[in-house]
Nanobody, 119 residues
C-alpha cells in the first residue's frame, strides 16, 4: 500500500543536470526522513543525501555543492537536483524513507531510476 516511486532519471551529458523526484503514496502521514542512495554496477549501494521533517539535510561530502535535496512535505515528495554531472555519477538512484527518527534502517525503498552520464 505504501509506495515510493522515482522519476526523472535518464541520459545526460557530462556537465548537465537532472532533477529526480520521489513521490510517496499510500496510507502514510509523513516520513521523518527521506533520502537518496545510488548503486553503480559492481559497486555497493552508497548514501547520497537525506532530509528530515525539520528541513535538516545531510550529504555525502563529495557531493556537496553539486547535489541538492529538498522535499515538499504536503505532497510527500522528495527531490534531488543534480548539477555538473560526471560519468562517475552514473548509477541507479533509489529513493528511501524512514517512518520515524527511531528507525535504524531505511524501511521503505523505491524501485530506482537509472541515471547515465555520458562523456
Amino acid at each position: 500500500q505504501v509506495q515510493l516511486v522515482e522519476s526523472g532519471g535518464g541520459l545526460v551529458q557530462v556537465g548537465g543536470s537532472l532533477r529526480l523526484s520521489c513521490a510517496a503514496s499510500g496510507r502514510i502521514i509523513s516520513f521523518y526522513t527521506m533520502g537518496w542512495f545510488r548503486q553503480a554496477p559492481g559497486k555497493d549501494r552508497e548514501f547520497v543525501a537525506a532530509i528530515n521533517l525539520s528541513g535538516s539535510t545531510y550529504y555525502t561530502d563529495s557531493l556537496k555543492g553539486r547535489f541538492t535535496i529538498s522535499r515538499d512535505i504536503a505532497k510527500n515528495t522528495v527531490y534531488l537536483q543534480m548539477n555538473s554531472l560526471k560519468p562517475e555519477d552514473t548509477a541507479v538512484y533509489y529513493c528511501a524513507a524512514k517512518a520515524s527518527y527511531s528507525v535504524k534502517e531505511y524501511d521503505y525503498w523505491g524501485q530506482g531510476t537509472q541515471v547515465t552520464v555520458s562523456s
